[in-house]
């Protein structure tokens, strides 16, 4: 009954959750760059078969926004915040299923570590934002969900770790994990066949986008399209660390909070991983092994750092303190002077102060994060060359540009160089194509100015760039 329930009370909870930040941070009336680029560009772009830069690399992302797009019945500059928020909430049901099916914990220790990981900034702070990171979490815990299922099915695994690559890059740490799973439990020429079969077909979808773009150079690195930097090492250890216990504070982290929420939550995170560990090792070590990778994955990137980087991290943290609970849990047992409803007590006084040592600070610190957000006293940056009219909006914005063009008052290529480039021609052309309009250019003309930029020239070559 409870594996029933539990899971849909964790995913309507979540999604409450997340769309209220999403709501909250809407409530300003602002596309940052990122967001124009990876929810109206970008799926546009892979319909072209176009890629527009080296760091439009995560094509399962832009799958991802391009069919939502097409579903969403509204569909305006900020479509993608609530899109992103549901999705995420699948998050806590999939965690919910691992720390009963594999790490053997009781309902409402299961629930509790799905619930904890949500609600940690490290989860929060990502879940609302329209860009690819936090998506790669979704599948990349589904991928070893499936990898250590006692189903035959477990050689798919690969398949779903190979659309968390896509997704978002830090899906490497998930996928590097659920090939390894893999490769141990091969017992049979058949299951090595299966394992093979796949990884290749996960090969396959990671680089299905080289074949798809006209123009497809880059896959998969993106930011980190330098290579592997082990230079720094040390520092981007360090930064890990500040990352989680100090200030989260980077790229797209619309938060001041650590993303462990506090020292303190880190330390009982900290202790709690350590507990899952020695006691259900042989349970616990593929998740844990998944932080690792993250950490591992991070110290050698050459991208751009970030909290958005290590959401894994967050992922594991509160999904081990289920087990952890589990076995304090165990360790008040009955006894002939204390009857069962006493130890009942205890046991649910056990879970409750775990709850609010840990969630505690998490739910506190997202509180506040809202309200700032909600009221502007954190605003969100206008972080590429969109001059809003004076007095208007960027949506205003926007509206005066598309007249502008429709009326042939202004070219493209005065829009693309006065009002951000590619990003702001491709919003104006999915904003009118979802909506039913035609649009005030034909993606013909928006390709025609994509060939006049930096851009083009590092993907496509002279040849056929100006």
Known sequence: MADGVLPVVLFVAAAA???WFAAGASAQGVLTGEEASVDHRDPLALSLHWQPSIWSTNAG?????LVAGHLTPDYGLLYARPVKAAAMALLPVLLYLAARRRLGCRPVTAAMGAALAVVLPGVTSVAWVGTENGLEAVWGVAALLVATS???VWPVAPVLAAISVANYTAGLAWAAVTVLVCLWRIRSLRDAALVVAGSALGGALVLAPLRWWHNGAVIVTGGGH???DLHDWRARLLDIGHL???DGGSYYWFSSAPMLASRVTAAALAVAAAVALVRRFSRVWPWFAVS??????????SGVPGSRRIVAIAVVAGLLTAPAVDELIDLVRPAHRFPGPAVIMVRALVVVAAIVAVAGPGLSDGVQNRSELASGTRPLPIDWPFPVDRGGTQASTFGRLDAALRSGAMSPTQVGDGWGGTRTLAVLVALSER??????LPPSALLAYY???DDCRELDGPAVCR
């Not at 992302?61 to 926004?65: G, M, N, P």
């Open 150 to 152: 006692r189903r035959r």
């Open 451 to 453: 060939r006049t930029t």
């Open 244 to 246: 989680l216990v100090d």
């Open 61 to 65: 992302s832009q799958l991802f926004y």
């Open 17 to 19: 959750w997340n769309l």
């Open 292 to 301: 690792l990778a993250a950490a591992g994955l991070y110290v050698v990137s």
């Open 226 to 228: 330098a290579g592997a």
């Open 435 to 440: 909506n039913g309009r035609t649009p005030p």
